[in-house]
């Protein structure tokens, strides 16, 4: 998943890449998703996993902007109803795909926030000797499950704008 993502990166070079300059920052909402986020570019969405559950509304949507550095994922499943058991399968999904990133000194906390139950993790990718930090928030809402997930090198961690898209997410 994030190795196109690393090997974009390493083709330019990132001994000599610097921080993106600050750009414009750009309202994104996926589809009926009840939360918002503000990213430097629109990202590509596209359908994403299935729903497990039949009260789900549809396949999630998975946006990607991966030409850049940092690099963002964002995907939200809506719901018609949550159903009984959301925070506990929530919480078991989304430790699940942080572990299956490979992540070296995976990192994990949660809390019950204005926003919702909130998932956080982060971790170490080491691809090609060069460190990246991929760092993500999936918050459990009254009609969605939402994540952000970024993706950056070591050296530039937390960057500015990583920092910012995380604290504008909205509901």
């Keep these: 998943m994030h190795k196109s993502l690393l090997t974009l990166c390493l083709c330019v070079g990132l001994s000599t890449v610097a921080l993106a300059p600050q750009a414009a920052e750009q309202l994104v909402r996926v589809g009926q998703c009840e939360y918002s986020v503000q990213l430097p570019e629109k990202p590509v969405v596209k359908p994403g996993r299935r729903p497990a559950a039949g009260i ?21 499943q809506t719901f018609a109803q949550m159903p009984p058991s959301a925070r506990q399968t929530m919480l ?52 969605s499950v939402f994540l952000l997930e970024a993706t950056e090198p070591a050296a530039n961690y937390p960057s500015g704008e990583t920092r910012r898209g995380f604290d504008s997410i909205r509901r």
């Design 56 to 76: 789900a509304a549809g396949p999630s949507l998975v946006g990607r902007i991966n030409n850049r550095v940092p690099a963002y994922r964002i995907e939200c």
């Design 92 to 143: 078991e999904d989304a430790e699940e795909q942080a572990r299956g990133l490979g992540l070296k000194d995976l990192q994990f906390s949660i809390k019950d926030t204005r926003l919702g139950t909130v998932f956080e993790y982060y971790g170490i990718d080491v691809q090609a000797r060069h460190r990246f930090v991929v760092t993500g928030r999936t918050i459990l809402g009254r009609q």
